[in-house]
């Protein structure tokens, strides 16, 4: 393949999940009603966040925030996985698969910053709960969301511009998602300085984010357990269990598949791990913080109510 003829790459295809054709019709069928489900859960947050005011609180404004990148976090890989599974050549253009690429890690850092301001939170709710309303104030809220979305668009350019100059061999792509390490794999050279970046800025982001995330929970579990009673330690802790639940899928999925050396991994175990953070936890995400939420659960019944 290093030897191939390096000519301008017009399209790549995707070999997606399956290569049993009896089998694309129930993946089709799965993923299509993992989406909708998806789709309907993140909005309803959305909806249930912005339309009801005992929820205009900095908790769910950033769970809002989480809802909206879960959606198009799943979009960017989720309809073009659907399409494969119906056309016997799943291509997508060159400018298609760099943009799937810039969107996907786009979104995913933008998650990893929220999930860590949300972890911030919480340790203000619990450990400076005095001072809550005055740290986090709306302004300062507003602008912890804005930031999150802002670094995440700039920490993406990068490592997508530098890959997206690389001259490629093959068209291939042994994924279902146009991703770093198989882009790599169809170089027509050993690019260093691009495998460098490329590992650096996704394991910082990861890292750091997570590092945050676990030094914040550190200073709440310490809280939680000078409080007296045990009622009062299980309500304290109640309050962050959802986030903590989905920051360890999210968290133990992205770093095991990002923070690693570059080389020849498995492409099967790579592909089902991905289906975890970029399908899942998208439809889980909902789940877990509306079924653990009593004021979530109030809101829903006060829709129903109407």
Same mark, same amino acid.
């Given at each position: 393949?290093?030897? $191939? ?19 694309? $019709?129930?993946?089709? $069928? ?8 998806? %789709? ?39 309809? #073009? ?43 203000? /709710? ?6 809550? &309303?005055?740290?986090? =104030? ?9 930031? +999150? ?19 490629? +061999?093959?068209?291939?792509?042994? &994924? ?29 982001? %990861? ?6 995330? +676990?030094? =914040? ?13 045990? =009622?009062?330690?299980?309500? /304290? ?26 080389? &020849? ?24 913080? =509306? ?7 109030? /809101?829903? #019944? ?5």
């Amino acid at each position: 393949m290093r030897g $191939a003829n390096q000519t301008k790459m017009k399209e790549f295809i995707l070999h997606g999940l399956s290569i049993n054709e009896d089998t694309q $019709a129930v993946l089709f $069928a799965l993923f299509l009603m993992v989406y909708i489900l998806t %789709l309907f859960g993140n909005v309803m947050i959305i909806m249930l966040v912005w339309s009801n005011t005992s929820l205009h609180k900095p908790m769910y404004v950033f769970l809002g925030n989480l809802s909206f990148v879960e959606i198009w976090y799943t979009t960017t890989t989720v309809p #073009k996985m659907l399409s494969g599974f119906l056309s016997k050549t799943n291509s997508i253009s060159f400018t298609g698969c760099f943009l799937q690429y810039f969107f996907f890690f786009f979104f995913g850092s933008t998650e990893c910053f929220l999930l860590t301001v949300m972890g911030y939170d919480r340790y203000l /709710a619990i450990c400076q709960p005095l001072r809550y &309303h005055f740290l986090m =104030s709306s302004r300062i809220c507003f602008r912890l969301s804005s930031t +999150c979305w802002i670094i995440g668009f700039l920490w993406t350019l990068v490592p997508v511009i530098l890959t997206s100059q690389l001259p490629f +061999c093959g068209n291939e792509i042994d &994924h279902f998602l146009c991703d770093t390490g198989p882009l790599l794999e169809l170089s027509c050279v050993d690019d260093f300085t691009t495998e460098l970046t490329s590992l650096v800025l996704t394991s910082l982001v %990861l890292l750091i984010t997570f590092s945050f995330t +676990c030094i =914040s929970y550190v200073f709440i579990i310490q809280t939680i357990l000078r409080i007296p009673s045990s =009622s009062g330690r299980h309500k /304290a802790f109640s309050t962050c269990a959802s986030h903590l639940t989905v920051v360890t899928m999210f968290f133990g999925c992205a770093i095991y598949m990002y923070v690693r050396p570059s080389g &020849h991994h498995p492409f099967y175990q790579d592909k089902l791990v991905a289906v975890l953070y970029t399908v899942l936890t998208p439809l889980l995400n909902p789940i877990i913080y =509306s079924l653990r939420n009593k004021e979530f659960i109030e /809101a829903v #019944k006060k829709v129903m109510r109407c």
